[in-house]
């Protein structure tokens, strides 16, 4: 076994042993699959025969499920509503071993649901069940009292925002110096309309779109490329590194005085669905057993290319990570 595989398998044997905290859009993601043999006579519309209907956590949710699936111990902070699907949701996280006793129930809230019906491997159509009005003040002070005793408690933090009104101005003004300041490795998965609120944290990792809308950038000159743009976002946020996801041309982390592209390792490209959430905790979790920066983008990047490589939102385990690594270096 060659060094840099070592030091990847002695990484991904403290995952055990670490304890993350994610805080973020809670949902569900709810799969009608079915075929298609006749149009409505009511409508001009597929009549779709319902052969299977799965629930899976979605957006934070997603990133609980990929940690826990590496064997990380993990916290769950966000609101959910008080009702059947909010109900199923804390049942799977139990099921799954993660603490959700930290999940705020809102009564005036539902919660998010996205439901897709799809006939074969074509979505026929996606509808969505969610109220993203900004939160009460009750509950987001409820939310800034549990950071306050959680984040001393954790090795890191991952903020997953999904938009639906967790990930608040106030809620980052209270987790990022907290973190920062007990030298907790703070990560965020950004959401465009809060992109220029993520100052100062360890690392953001935008796709190119994010990246772009996030900077204001209408279209990216060819002159300029993701290399500016990864500069840019350094310097107005201020954080330590920004890591962009490019898909299928892999990803470049910047850091202050470098940057580095790391090629993509995804063999066959089924679904990226999810790609993102696998990434960030992987390099959250990287970053909080030691692992440099470069590491950890680079282990983010083994897993990413297995993930695709699965349909649906998919997670991936130490031994399938290790096997990609021994396949590869």
């Not at 956590?57 to 590496?70: D, Q, R």
């Not at 990864?230 to 310097?235: F, R, S, T």
């Amino acid at each position: 076994m060659n060094n840099l595989l070592a030091s990847f398998y002695r990484l991904i044997d403290q995952f055990p042993k670490t304890k993350i905290l994610v805080i973020g859009d809670l949902m569900v993601d709810r799969f009608i699959r079915g075929k298609v043999s006749r149009i409505s006579p009511e409508a001009p519309v597929p009549v779709v025969k319902v052969k299977e209907e799965v629930d899976l956590a979605g957006g934070s949710g997603n990133v609980l499920m990929n940690l826990c699936s590496l064997e990380a111990n993990v916290v769950a902070l966000g609101v959910i509503g008080q009702d059947i699907v909010g109900d199923h949701l804390m049942e799977r996280f139990k099921n799954q071993g993660i603490d959700s006793t930290q999940v705020v129930r809102d009564r005036d809230r539902s919660t998010t649901l996205k439901v897709r019906v799809i006939a074969e491997h074509q979505q026929v159509v996606r509808y969505d069940r969610e109220n993203d009005s900004p939160l009460s003040h009750s509950i987001e002070e409820s939310l800034l009292s549990k950071i306050k005793n959680l984040v001393p408690q954790v090795d890191a933090i991952v903020l997953s925002d999904y938009g639906k009104g967790v990930i608040t101005k106030r809620l980052l003004n209270g987790t990022i110096p907290l973190a920062n300041r007990l030298r907790k490795p703070i990560c965020v998965d950004p959401k465009v309309e809060h992109f220029l609120s993520y100052k100062n944290v360890t690392c953001i990792t935008p796709n190119t779109l994010e990246a772009l809308g996030g900077m204001r950038i209408v279209r990216m000159k060819p002159q300029d490329g993701i290399q500016k743009i990864g500069k840019d976002i350094l310097k107005r946020l201020k954080c330590t590194s920004v890591l962009i996801t490019q898909g299928e041309e892999g990803m470049t982390l910047f850091e202050k005085n470098s940057s580095t592209h790391i090629p993509a390792k995804a063999k066959e490209v089924y679904d990226v669905t999810g790609a993102g959430d696998t990434v960030i905790a992987v390099l959250t979790l990287s970053l909080a057993c030691g692992a440099t920066l470069l590491e950890a983008a680079t282990l983010a990047n083994f897993a990413a290319g297995i993930v695709v490589g699965k349909l649906g939102t998919a997670t991936i385990s130490p031994q399938e990570l290790k096997k990609a690594l021994r396949s590869t270096l």
